[in-house]
T-cell receptor, first 115, second 113 residues
Framework: NAGVTQTPKFQVLKTGQSMTLQCAQD?????MYWYRQDPGMGLRLIYY???????DKGEVPNGYNVSRLNKREFSLRLESAAPSQTSVYFC??????????????FGSGTRLTVV | GNSVTQMEGPVTLSEEAFLTINCTYT??????LFWYVQYPGEGLQLLLK?????DKGSNKGFEATYRKETTSFHLEKGSVQVSDSAVYFC????????????FGRGTSLIVHP
């Protein structure tokens, strides 16, 4: 099915370990985003890529890095995981930077626990 | 800055009841407005949208009207089903600048048989 694919779906890390969350979309969208979702906090933007070759910080970028590998793929890396990064991570894409026209398509999420 | 305020949940209803979830916003210019739905264990899905004042978005029996005079975009459904149980997010997308959407915190809906 067309859409946004995230891997892995679940992950448990020890404090200090590193990992990369993968995201790929097959809708030829230009813009991609990483959010985290925490209880009572709603969605918070970590990083986004308005177009291939560009990345920008969102609301909560500390402790994360991103790579826009190509138009389809946008990865999120935790270099040294901390318990505060326990969350559900969502990748999203949009046709263009102006999300007002079409909105977002979200992936199904990665549930990360840092112990 | 932009902001979206949703009513706190959970909202608990019996099947076939009328649903209203309130959403108000603060934004400059003329943002687009959205409702997203998140079913348990899944990502958010776009439910409906409206791009200008007085527009009505509708999908799957849900409706919301863009009211610029009251800066509101309330979600309604005439008769809810158990399968509507989910978390509903109101969001706005700015009409300029960074274009990054602002989401509300979500309202949980629980529908009992």
């Amino acid at each position: 099915n067309a859409g946004v694919t995230q891997t892995p779906k679940f992950q448990v890390l020890k404090t200090g370990q590193s990992m990369t969350l993968q995201c790929a979309q097959d809708m030829n969208h230009n813009s991609m985003y990483w959010y985290r979702q925490d209880p009572g906090m709603g969605l918070r933007l970590i990083y986004y890529s308005a177009s291939e070759g560009t990345t920008d910080k969102g609301e909560v970028p500390n402790g994360y890095n991103v790579s826009r590998l190509n138009k389809r793929e946008f990865s999120l890396r935790l270099e040294s995981a901390a318990p505060s990064q326990t969350s559900v991570y969502f990748c999203a894409s949009s046709r263009g930077e102006n999300t007002g026209d079409y909105g977002y398509t979200f992936g199904s999420g990665t549930r990360l626990t840092v112990v | 800055g932009n902001s979206v305020t949703q009513m706190e949940g959970p909202v608990t209803l019996s099947e076939e009841a009328f649903l209203t979830i309130n959403c108000t916003y603060t934004a400059t210019g003329y943002p687009s407005l959205f409702w997203y739905v998140q079913y348990p264990g899944e990502g958010l899905q776009l439910l409906l949208k409206a791009t200008k004042a007085d527009d009505k978005g509708s999908n799957k029996g849900f409706e919301a009207t863009y009211r610029k005079e009251t800066t509101s975009f309330h979600l309604e459904k005439g008769s809810v089903q158990v399968s509507d149980s989910a978390v509903y997010f109101c969001a706005l997308a700015p009409s300029g600048g960074s274009y990054i959407p602002t989401f509300g915190r979500g309202t949980s809906l629980i529908v009992h048989p």
